[in-house]
């Protein structure tokens, strides 16, 4: 069954992939609050294409769990062909950016947008000094800010002047899986675990009117954000586009998801002084984290060891404890 299940989803990732070629092809995405498009017309090679790459990935996987050993190494190959390009075809050394590119000029584009970053977020960008320098425009709100979550450069949509500049939880969740990933495989002087907190904060917030809890609402997009509220929200309410469960699981609590049968726990450590997630359903067993740490003086959670401990099917398991079973990676701070 788990072959059957394999070779079909790696046959739908190879229908989605194409023919192989090296060329950076983005997928749709709301062209009017994407600025770049609106620099110059022509088609562009994007930094959207990253997901490409990670969707190779993944196929290579799903085809080594259906035991195809030749249409995995296809599928990296092709992975590895999409990273070269995304390396030598977008990267900008004079402005040491990851830009999209105009096909018919080979012109760099210099307006740019959250997009740009989608290549951090699936690792396919070498951790070293020289690519991480496009990290350092985080560190500018006039550029990135924290909050709102913008498609768009804000400088860039500034010397553009035209287009929409809407934000939203679909934005927040892309800012969510580059941290995730830049915390982890990027470390640097410009982000840390605190604008992680402070998105997490302002992610949560805009989807309650007016931050009333009894009141939410987590339109498809917002504008018109005046430094206090947010004054125009979307006729399309209570919109999934976004996603917001996993970054407590898999990044504050730190549940890695794996292939193998072990357990990972690998934090961003974001200040909570201690938590519960609980009824987690994972490999057919249900877990449950807690956090306490054991640097404040107060026991949180009676007959708990401070610290982490992870509990599954009743029986509690520590790091150390059933060798192989639990994996506790680096808290990322």
Known sequence: MRRRWAAAVAAALLLLLGTP?????????????????HWKPGRMDRAESAYQYSGALLAAQAYEAAGNTAKANEMRTLATRI????????????????????????????????NNYYPFAVGAIPNTATYKQALRLFDDPAQYPIFPFYTANQADKAASGTGS???????????????????????????????YKKLLSWN????????????????????DWNGSSITYRSWIHHN???????????????????????????????????????NLRYRNADLTIVWDDPADGVVRYPGVPEGYSIYGQRHPRRHGLGPGAVHVGPGHR
Not at 92 to 113: G, Y
Not at 204 to 223: L, R, S
Request: proline share 6%.
């Open 21 to 37: 070629r090296p060329a950076l092809a983005g997928p749709p995405i709301t062209t009017a609050d994407a600025v770049s498009f």
């Open 83 to 114: 990273q070269n390009a995304i390396l030598n075809v977008l990267w900008n050394p004079n402005r040491q950016l990851f830009e999209h590119r105009l096909k018919s000029t080979n012109e760099w584009v210099p307006w740019k947008e959250i």
């Open 165 to 195: 500049n809407n934000f939203s939880t679909i934005n927040s969740t892309v800012q969510f899986r580059r941290l995730s990933s830049v915390l982890r495989n990027y470390p640097n002087e410009w982000i840390d675990a605190t604008w």
């Open 204 to 223: 949560a917030w805009a989807q309650y009117i007016g931050g009333n809890t009894q009141w939410p609402d987590a339109n498809e997009f917002w504008a």
């Open 240 to 278: 999934i586009l976004g996603s917001s469960n996993w970054t407590i699981i898999e990044d504050v609590a730190g549940l890695r998801p794996r292939n193998d049968a072990k357990v990972e726990l690998s934090p961003i450590h974001i200040g909570w002084t201690h938590f519960t997630v609980n």
